[in-house]
């Protein structure tokens, strides 16, 4: 599927590469964040991706937080701004990507990266509408994948306004919601239309809203309903710049 024809409007935004990523078995899970820094501590000697890659944000999961939403099946949520919508394809074919970073790839993940990675447009709903606020040490962080479907329907539209079921209860108290719509084909395994970040000033808030989550099965109905959905309490472990 070739993307559409970029408009004015889409010059402007702001696009991520996201991926939801398990570990290499072999490692423990308090292990897998040191790992993980690591690898990406390799995108140093790739001068094309400092180019092409103007944030980065690794959210690994909170082992102690335990609510019926959360899933345990994945270790993190990496956020990615890219500089341009076409970094996201070109950094898969990059020489010194290939050279560096995919070989140690197996070392920190269960697959390889590009097979869990989703492009993404993405919306500020609530909160500071600048563009330039990214996510720093230590934000705590409830991220949603949403409407997963097998069968990959395009990109849904932008919410214009934040959906009421995203900030019910617990989840009106997140500092900043922002939605991110996946804009390409999205890897097998992995077609959700919809990346929710809900940023919290505590550990302890975020768990509230964790354990206020609706995930039955009236809350799976709607546009903006949770759909199939992966839900992870994340903490930043890592950021640049």
């Not at 999961?61 to 701004?81: P, W």
């Not at 500020?124 to 040490?137: A, E, I, T």
Request: hydrophobic fraction near 40%.
């Amino acid at each position: 599927m070739k993307p559409a024809k970029m408009s004015e409007k889409d010059s402007c935004a702001v696009w991520k590469m996201i991926y939801l990523a398990r570990r290499n078995p072999a490692l423990r899970p308090q292990d897998f964040a040191q790992a993980w820094r690591e690898h990406s501590a390799l995108g140093r000697q790739c001068r094309n991706v400092g180019q092409r890659v103007k944030a980065v944000a690794q959210c690994s999961r909170d082992l102690q937080a335990d609510a019926a939403a959360l899933s345990k099946d994945y270790d993190g949520v990496n956020l990615m701004v890219l500089a341009e919508r076409e970094a996201g394809s070109a950094i898969w074919c990059d020489p010194q990507t290939l050279a560096v970073m995919r070989p140690d790839e197996p070392r920190v993940f269960a697959d390889y990266v590009r097979n869990f990675s989703l492009l993404c447009r993405q919306q500020v709903l609530h909160g500071c509408r600048s563009v330039d606020v990214l996510p720093q040490q230590k934000q705590v962080m409830l991220i949603g994948f949403l409407q997963r479907s097998d069968v990959w329907r395009g990109a849904a539209a932008l919410p214009e306004i934040c959906p009421p079921q995203w900030q019910s209860a617990a989840l009106g108290l997140a500092s900043r919601i922002v939605c991110n719509t996946v804009d390409e084909q999205p890897p097998s395994g992995y077609g959700y239309r919809h990346v929710v970040e809900w940023w919290f000033d505590s550990v302890e808030q975020a768990q509230a809203a964790a354990l206020s989550l609706d995930v039955s099965a009236r809350a799976q109905d709607g546009e903006f309903g949770w759909g199939e959905h992966v839900f992870a309490l994340t903490q930043v472990t890592h950021a640049r710049p």
